[in-house]
């Protein structure tokens, strides 16, 4: 085996130690199980623990900016470094508070805590990322299993922690750990050194590849690109759905009838729904294209809406489990298929702030689904927000036939 074949096979040594530091790194996605003790104990009202979810999805995207810029000047190790700082800063102030003020929860989870974890997202996936060109749809997805599947992960585990060791213990417990996690990724791992040749992606038969020469695209071009805006407000509609049906994913199926305890259960199955979502689209994206990948996503959104309304129209537990478990899905393939796409439509040279980018349709689908709860509150029912949620679906659908050329 020569050195060039060895510095290669390194590749997959990074991609696991990403996928676990995503892992770790997810669980700001499991606001809705460390949220519990803050209401109980420091008696927050829902709808500011609501407006922290929202801020934190604001700074997670800001981050993603931050850590792009942060790893093209000072490298990968660096920006690690700060974001485990950030991290571990923002759950340990967070376990310190003492209710007297909703904003310094804001600033220690959402703003800290936030602004850490988007600048570890990026720097891990655009680093890892660089390593398989040939593999773009695999890697991304293995990426985003690991940070989807961290809700019901380490957000179980932290929730029997909280239990048997109180909240405060258990969130200084977590920052540490996922402190420690990301120090260790940026010790780890590197970008491909210069002069490597990494494998090609190969030409996919029956038209699955593009019909453009593909280029390194500035962030700048990139924006200037009318596929790009249609992309990225299709995508925002989309990533909706899943955004809000997992901010009340318990209560709409006690809503319907279930029992508390399968209500709580089909929370984690949405997670699990979700990381199996962001792999099975990666591989899907590599096998048939972008344009066929985006469409079926778009689908399969459509129908998560459909079924779940039905679900609330005819209040049938089953239907709900249905619809949840296409929602998981459906809502997993969105940040793989934003990875991939970036990386197939604008080039790997510019991909960390690309990316960094694109992934500000988080922040519209956490407003989309702040609007979608304000209707849930007015309307007294889960009709409207699903209505809401079906017409998106059916205008990302309009979009999505549009996006052809870079």
């Known amino acids: 085996m020569n050195a060039d074949q ?8 990074y991609l696991a130690v990403g996928v676990v530091a995503l892992l770790f790194a997810g669980i700001i996605y499991g606001w809705s199980i460390l949220k519990a003790p803050l209401a109980s104990e420091l008696h927050w009202a829902d709808n500011q623990l609501a407006l922290n979810f929202t801020l934190t999805m604001c700074f997670f995207c800001l981050g993603g900016i931050a850590g792009g810029v942060l790893s093209k ?60 060109p ?53 010790f780890i791992i590197n970008l491909p050194p210069a002069g490597l040749e990494l494998p090609k992606a190969e030409k996919k038969a029956g038209g699955a ?5 593909p280029r390194d695209y500035t962030p700048g071009e990139m924006l200037r690109r009318f596929a790009f805006w249609r992309a990225f407000v299709c995508i925002v509609f989309l990533a909706a759905v899943g955004n809000t049906v997992i901010s009340f994913a318990r209560d709409l199926a006690i809503s319907v009838g279930a029992e508390a305890a399968l209500a709580t259960t089909l929370v984690g199955v949405l997670s699990v729904c ?44 089953p239907l709900c489990i249905v619809g949840l478990c296409v929602t998981g899905f459906s809502y997993g393939s969105c940040p793989t298929i934003s990875s991939a796409f970036v990386s197939a439509f604008y080039g790997t040279k510019h991909f960390s702030m690309n990316f960094s980018i694109m992934n500000f349709n988080l922040m519209g689908a956490s407003l989309l689904a702040t609007v979608s709860s304000m209707l849930l509150t007015s309307a007294g029912t889960y009709v409207a927000p699903f209505a809401l949620l079906l017409a998106l679906s059916a205008v990302a659908l309009v979009l999505n036939f549009s996006v052809k050329k870079p």
Not at 173 to 180: F, P, R
Not at 209 to 213: A, G, K, P, R, V
């Open 73 to 132: 000047r000072a490298g990968t190790r660096i920006s690690l470094i700060l974001a485990a700082v950030l991290s571990c800063l923002g759950f340990f102030l967070t376990a310190r508070l003492d209710g007297g003020s909703v904003a310094m929860l804001y600033v220690s989870y959402g703003l800290l805590a936030g602004l850490g974890i988007g600048i570890a997202y990026n720097v891990i996936i655009s680093t890892v990322s660089a390593w398989f």
């Open 6 to 13: 060895k510095k290669l096979n390194i590749r997959w040594l």
């Open 274 to 317: 979700n990381g199996l979502g962001r792999i099975a689209t990666g591989a899907i994206f590599d096998k048939i294209g972008r344009r066929k990948t985006m469409l079926l996503a778009n689908v399969v959104a459509i129908a998560a809406a459909g079924v779940t309304l039905l679900s609330v129209f005819t209040s049938s537990v």
């Open 134 to 186: 040939d593999k773009k749809g695999v890697c991304s997805g293995a990426l985003m299993m690991g940070f989807g599947a961290s809700a019901l992960v380490v957000g179980n585990t932290i929730s029997v922690l909280m239990d048997s060791i109180g909240w405060r213990n258990a969130f200084t417990g977590l920052g540490v750990v996922l402190g420690a996690v990301l120090l260790a990724t940026g």
């Open 209 to 213: 590849s593009e019909d453009f020469e």
